[in-house]
């Protein structure tokens, strides 16, 4: 079975730093796809990015981007320039490709951005 | 921009009653999801549906039924809702799977 663990449940950073949140997964999969979610508080939880296993480079969005570490089984996200507005819960989620598109979570991480 | 929505965001049930949890999506997605989250737990998958009258058990799918008649709708029911059941729950749905899924605000149970 698949599994995701994101060990670090809480988080915070200085607005303009950059923060880096962890994810390590458990699969025998080879194809398959990594996620970051973003929910802010009380607000819709939203895609922030992610990451097909076939592909070597590392995925950008904007100040969000991905370090992909597939033999080590790594999906760690970093933030950089933080701004308030990326205070939120972060998910890690993991997606067997060719599957029925069911998302895998890890516990979640709180990211407070600091002024 | 793909839309889910949730019934409603708060809601207020007593212990033994069945409560209904209403999910629509505007995108014509194939996949329809309901999951709840917990603190320390993230979410975990109660049922998911890929068409119409599909179904399939998730992870935690014991108390819990869903209903799917119409593609743009999954209904989550609490056959007889207990305090473990309070919680948050999530609908999302998804559209190729590559895209990943998109969510609805949430409906905040609370199991008196």
């Known amino acids: 079975a698949q599994t995701v663990t994101q060990s670090q449940p809480e988080m915070s950073v200085q607005e303009a730093e950059t923060v880096t949140l962890s994810c390590t997964y458990d699969t025998s999969e080879n194809n398959y796809y990594l996620f970051w979610y973003k929910q802010p508080p009380s607000r819709q939880m939203i895609l922030v990015i992610r990451?097909?296993?076939?592909?070597?480079q590392n995925a950008t969005e904007n100040r969000f981007s991905v370090n992909f570490q597939k033999a080590a089984k790594s999906f760690s996200l970093k933030i950089s320039d933080s701004q308030l507005g990326d205070t939120a819960m972060y998910f890690c989620a993991f997606m067997v490709s060719g599957n029925t598109g069911k998302l895998i979570f890890g516990q979640g991480t709180t990211l407070q951005v600091k002024p | 921009d793909v839309k889910v929505t949730q019934s409603s965001r708060y809601l207020v049930k007593r212990t033994g009653e069945k409560v209904f949890l209403e999910c629509v999506q505007d995108?014509?997605?194939?996949?329809m999801f309901w999951y709840r989250q917990d603190p320390g737990l993230g979410l975990r998958l109660i049922y998911f549906s890929y068409d119409v009258k599909m179904k399939e058990k998730g992870d935690i799918p014991e108390g819990y039924s869903v209903s799917r008649e119409k593609k743009e709708r999954f209904s989550l029911i609490l056959e007889s809702a207990s305090t473990n059941q309070t919680s948050m729950y999530l609908c999302?749905?998804?559209?190729?799977?590559?895209?990943?899924?998109?969510f609805g605000p949430g409906t905040r149970l609370t199991v008196t």
């Open positions: 990451q097909e296993a076939y592909k070597q």
């Open positions: 995108m014509d997605h194939e996949n």
């Open positions: 999302a749905s998804s559209s190729p799977f590559r895209e990943g899924q998109y």
